[in-house]
């Protein structure tokens, strides 16, 4: 009886990677600290030197590891950004037919606890910024139709992402924003002009609203602000992606 292949079977240089990576947590190494040389390498996982270079260019391309070459060089571990990352969580959805539907789904989950995380912790410079990016919405007017103004309105949320207490929060909701601004950007969304101006007005009415539960410090009334801003987003992206035919 012949025994049953794999459907597939991983290479050595993934498996070594996978060894790599788990020392480096199981070690608590922070960013900055230098891995084992090549000759130490070898010896530890018992591979070629093509093997042992390309788990760490694998490692590179993750964005776990930096590598150095010429005298003095080697592998140290990398401080893994958000932007590489929600690349790499992009590129798993871009397959997937992913909708607004999905989106906006998860968002109305996400950006209430979001407002309501940080109602206390924002400081006078957080609100500055968020000050900041409701006026320069209010100065395009409410009558623009352009995709720019559609990002600025986003900038509000990444501030209070970044003012976030709790990391997996802020990240998950910058993602979703990310997600959201590519569609701004490559879709075809044209809303009609008074449609437009509706939305940016209520939009700037839900960030005024915000902005004072920010200040009165009020976790619970930023939550159900956002909620309702959510409800009305979703309306809006789903009314100009799907328009009606007469």
């Keep these: 009886m012949t025994a049953e292949v794999p459907k597939s079977i991983r290479k050595r240089s993934d498996l070594v990677a996978d060894k790599i990576k788990e020392a480096i947590i199981s070690k608590k ?12 390498f070898l010896k530890t996982y018992r591979v070629s030197k093509g093997t042992m270079r390309e788990a760490l260019k694998s490692l590179e391309v993750q964005g776990l590891v930096n590598i150095k070459t ?13 932007e590489k990352t ?3 969580l992009w590129n798993y959805f871009f397959s997937r037919n992913l909708s607004l539907e999905d989106i906006y789904a998860v968002r109305k989950l996400v950006e209430p606890e979001l407002a309501a995380s940080v109602a206390e912790h924002l400081d006078e410079e957080d609100l500055q910024l968020l ?7 209010s100065l395009h007017g409410f009558e623009s139709n352009d995709r720019a103004q559609r990002i600025q309105e986003l900038d509000f949320h990444l501030v209070m992402a970044d003012a976030c207490p709790n990391p997996v929060l802020a990240f998950f909701t910058k993602f ?12 075809e969304l044209n809303p009609d002009p008074q449609t437009s101006a509706q939305h940016s ?12 539960a920010f200040r009165e410090r009020n976790p619970q009334k930023a939550r159900e602000v ?3 801003h959510m409800e009305s987003a979703e309306s809006f992206m789903l009314h100009i992606s799907h328009p009606k035919t007469s």
């Design 176 to 187: 979703i924003l990310s997600l959201l601004a590519r569609i701004i950007i490559h879709e």
């Design 86 to 88: 929600n690349e790499l």
């Design 29 to 40: 190494l922070p960013p900055g600290e230098r891995l084992s040389d090549e000759k130490d």
């Design 70 to 82: 010429g005298p003095g060089g080697g592998a140290s571990v990398a401080r893994v950004s958000a």
């Design 131 to 137: 000050e900041q990016s409701v006026g320069h919405c």
């Design 201 to 212: 007005q209520q939009g700037f009415d839900y960030h005024q609203a915000l902005l004072l």
């Design 226 to 228: 956002m909620i309702e």
